[in-house]
């Protein structure tokens, strides 16, 4: 049998892509590196389907119809340059490999330019959705040769993910390293995502002194109107289950978080692109500081202060939390479009912003119904450089800016930390404010260092030193924006 496409890689995620394809009229060719996984795959999930079991990259390769389509998911770094080297001397022109794991976008950038020198197409996927995603229709966010679209788009809007209105959560993101890195926002999005509910529930938990019956419920009711979403269904999973002994699974959870780097790619990122990725970045640094357990429980027996419960209104706590966490997902969302808006100038790609937001509308970890309302503000002003400008947006925060301040000044007064609530009412109040203290900021540069300054009373683009102390000279250092 000639297979209408090949997959590299049977760990879950492959195992799971692999099933998805033939599930939808595509017969798929299989190759993993040790040969067990192969034949326990064909033997057991595979049985009787359309797949072929290959030993060899020789036998791979001549097994796919042309131009061959080549999903390779291994994992990221040199696994992937590796197999591209490989592969490539088995390949005809027009032969095109598909990158399906997490790789650093300029690696793939890199790579669709050695690869493309070679006669062949490249393609850098995203691919979001964890096991169940693959398995069942994942968010996919292809970019690379645009020559490969084409020929890679029936098998990638046949396997992935639906909207609601039955539009594919899957497009072409642009050349290059797009489709990685469009994929490295949205994890930064959802590291703050995660983030913000783990602040909220910890406000909950300790601040109130909630059961887990109780918050699971609060979740559950929320996930029914604005917050519905993935992240916060699944939270309310996590919260109603039971190990089999009785005891709530969560509270044995060691509180370590771990992390893979794809949140700390868009905070380098975006000091890369000078964009005030404040909020995401505070949630990789509290994964960074919850990593210090074992400095935190010394820490907690010898630093002072305590964390109080509080006295007042617990119900109107509880709804300042929901209003607060909606706002802050706004703020979060606002500063990662930020930066692909940044990046996409920077880097000379055309991002469909409004596209994107569909394409995470399905199937992937930050999927909500909130990202409908993204589309809408992209479609009504392609051009729109924040979210907050947008009218839906700007109401939605402005009308919960209130319970955003309350619920912040609540966790601080209670000992309780809230790096991202705290992170986004900073941003908004710092996007929103006309005057800023970076003129004493320049002041200071201009007297250390002689880095310049603008003024107000001149036109823009003029730049001024100052002799502060009346002991240096005219001399500048040339380095106004470093």
């Excluded at 790579?111 to 398995?135: C, H, Q």
């Excluded at 529930?201 to 918050?215: E, F, I, P, Q, T």
């Excluded at 929320?222 to 002994?245: C, F, H, K, P, Q």
């Excluded at 929103?432 to 002041?443: F, K, V, Y």
Aim: aromatic letters at 8%; a negative charge.
């Amino acid at each position: 049998m000639t297979c209408d496409v090949g997959l590299i890689g049977l760990a879950v995620m492959g195992e799971n892509l692999a099933l998805n394809m033939e599930s939808r009229g595509f017969s798929v060719c299989v190759y993993n590196r040790t040969t067990e996984r192969i034949n326990h795959f064909m033997n057991g999930r595979a049985q009787g389907k359309r797949f072929v079991g290959a030993t060899s990259l020789e036998d791979f390769v001549g097994a796919l119809s042309t131009p061959r389509r080549i999903v390779m998911l291994v994992k990221a770094g040199p696994a992937v340059d590796e197999l591209i080297q490989q592969l490539a001397p088995l390949l005809a022109a027009g032969d095109i490999l598909i990158d399906g794991g997490n790789s650093l976008y300029t690696d793939t950038a890199r790579r669709v330019r050695e690869v493309e020198a070679l006669g062949l197409l490249y393609v850098g996927s995203g691919v979001s959705g964890g096991e169940e995603g693959a398995l069942k229709g994942p968010s996919l966010m292809p970019g690379g040769s645009q020559a490969a679209w084409t020929h890679i788009q029936p098998i990638f809007q046949s396997i992935c993910a639906r909207t609601p209105a039955g539009e594919p959560c899957c497009d072409w993101m642009g050349d290059g390293g797009a489709g990685h890195f469009v994929k490295m926002i949205h994890n930064g999005i959802e590291y703050g995502d995660m983030q913000l509910i783990c602040e909220v529930y910890d406000v909950l938990h300790r601040g109130l002194g909630l059961s887990n019956a109780a918050m699971c419920s609060i979740f559950d009711e929320w996930n029914r109107g604005e917050l519905d979403s993935y992240l916060v269904e699944i939270t309310r999973d996590i919260l109603g289950y039971v190990d089999a002994d009785g005891t709530a699974t969560i509270d044995v959870i060691l509180d370590k978080a771990g992390q893979k780097g794809t949140g700390k790619w868009t905070v380098t990122s975006a000091l890369d692109e000078g964009s005030p990725l404040t909020l995401i970045a505070e949630s990789v640094f509290a994964r960074c500081l919850s990593a210090a357990k074992d400095e935190r429980v010394v820490a907690s027996t010898t630093l002072g202060g305590t964390t109080e419960r509080y006295t007042g209104d617990p119900d109107a706590l509880i709804q300042d939390l929901r209003q607060a966490l909606y706002a802050a997902k706004i703020i979060s969302y606002a500063q990662g479009y930020q930066l692909m808006r940044a990046a996409g100038q920077s880097l000379g790609w055309s991002l469909n912003f409004g596209g994107i937001a569909l394409t995470w509308r399905g199937g992937c970890i930050i999927r909500s119904a909130f990202l409908g309302d993204i589309k809408t503000a992209f479609d009504r002003d392609p051009a729109l450089v924040n979210l907050l400008l947008d009218p839906f947006f700007r109401d939605a925060v402005v009308s919960r800016q209130a319970a955003l301040r309350r619920v912040v000044a609540t966790a601080v007064t209670l000992g309780i930390p809230v790096p991202c609530l705290s992170a986004a009412l900073a941003y908004w109040d710092g996007y929103r404010s006309e005057r800023l203290p970076a003129n004493l900021l320049q002041a200071q540069r201009d007297y250390f260092g002689a880095h310049t300054y603008e003024r107000i009373d001149r036109p823009r683009g003029e730049v001024f030193h100052t002799n502060w102390t009346g002991r240096g000279g005219s001399t500048t250092s040339q380095t106004y924006t470093k």
